[in-house]
């Protein structure tokens, strides 16, 4: 459904057509940080409108997912040369190689045990780097399964998205790992969040929303367009979450109790990829021809 009071919704342009912002994060200082992710850099943005660009070594290192660590550094993933990335507050990058050749990293989080945690597309497997640099490396038991993105659990496990294998899957920070299928075939899970009870999750294949607990229960939630490709998922302190839908061009949010609404962003063909909750309490998208849109409920 289309909500009946329309939040307020501002568009900031930050980068060329052809940059890309796709993940977006809040960081230290209460500032935004977003990749560019066809341009390879990395840039500062305040609630004010103030943006500053970081170039990274590579241009087409594709910096793609990013996160806060736990150095207070931000930290992204390099998914087209295979690294993972990490920026202070002050521009200061370095990057890591991932050791399994060709892994295509794309989802990072920050776990429990101080370290990040993030997925590889390309090679079936789960990666833990330390704030120094160290990487280990778990196999998944399952082939072709397009390991997507990663949240820390309010289990203290870690829980990632299983796009190709239509699966939750969860790993502790001993590398014990459980799968969990989902009901509707095709699915294709992506984005996941914690509300600190439970795991959310979306299908962007089937243009639904997914909640599961703890002990593996799964609900699914349709949306009123089932295809609007729902990308990423952020929760919010009021228990609510917020989400993008890449392929409708919309910011959409549901309730804990699975009441959905929708709001159309105002550029048309935005792509909204990345979401989060700004230190204004406003949900922040990154949108991939150039923007970011702060959607104000």
């Known amino acids: 459904m289309h909500d ?3 939040p307020a919704i501002r568009e900031i342009s930050v980068a060329d057509k052809g940059a890309g912002p796709y993940g977006i994060v809040t960081g230290p200082g209460g500032a935004l940080w977003l990749t560019l ?4 850099r990395i840039a500062r943005l305040t ?7 970081f170039p990274l070594d590579l241009p087409t290192c594709r910096p793609t997912v990013i996160t806060v660590g736990p150095d207070s550094a931000l930290w992204f993933t390099r998914t087209q040369d295979h690294r993972i990335g990490r920026i202070t507050v002050d521009g200061e990058a370095t990057s890591f190689p991932v050791p399994t050749p060709e892994s295509g990293p794309f989802g990072i989080t920050t776990g429990p045990d101080e370290a990040l945690w993030f997925t590889q597309l390309n090679t079936d497997r789960i990666g833990r780097i330390t704030s120094t640099g160290e990487i280990t490396e778990f196999a998944l038991p399952v082939q072709g399964a397009f390991a997507s993105t990663i949240t820390t659990g309010p289990d203290g496990a870690l829980w990632f998205t299983l796009n190709q294998a239509n699966a939750i899957g969860r790993i502790t920070v001993d590398g014990d790992i459980d799968l969990h299928p989902l009901p509707t075939p095709g699915a294709a899970p992506v984005g996941i969040t914690s ?3 439970v795991l959310w999750f979306v299908e962007i294949g089937a243009g639904q929303i997914g909640r599961i607990t703890t002990e593996g229960r799964i609900e699914e939630f349709p949306l009123p367009d089932r295809t609007a490709k729902p990308h990423a998922i952020v929760a919010a302190p009021t228990g609510d979450c ?3 839908e890449w392929g409708a061009n919309r910011v959409g949010r549901i ?3 699975g009441e959905i609404t929708e709001y159309d962003l105002p550029s048309p063909s935005s792509e909204p990829h990345g979401i989060t909750l700004g230190p204004d309490g ?3 998208a990154a ?3 150039g923007g970011v849109a702060r959607v104000a409920p």
């Open 4 to 6: 009946a009071h329309t």
């Open 37 to 40: 992710v066809h341009s390879g």
């Open 282 to 284: 406003a949900a922040w």
């Open 255 to 257: 309730t804990a109790s």
């Open 242 to 244: 917020w989400f993008t």
């Open 287 to 289: 949108l991939e021809t």
């Open 195 to 197: 509300d600190g009870t």
């Open 47 to 53: 609630l004010d409108g103030e943006l500053t660009e």
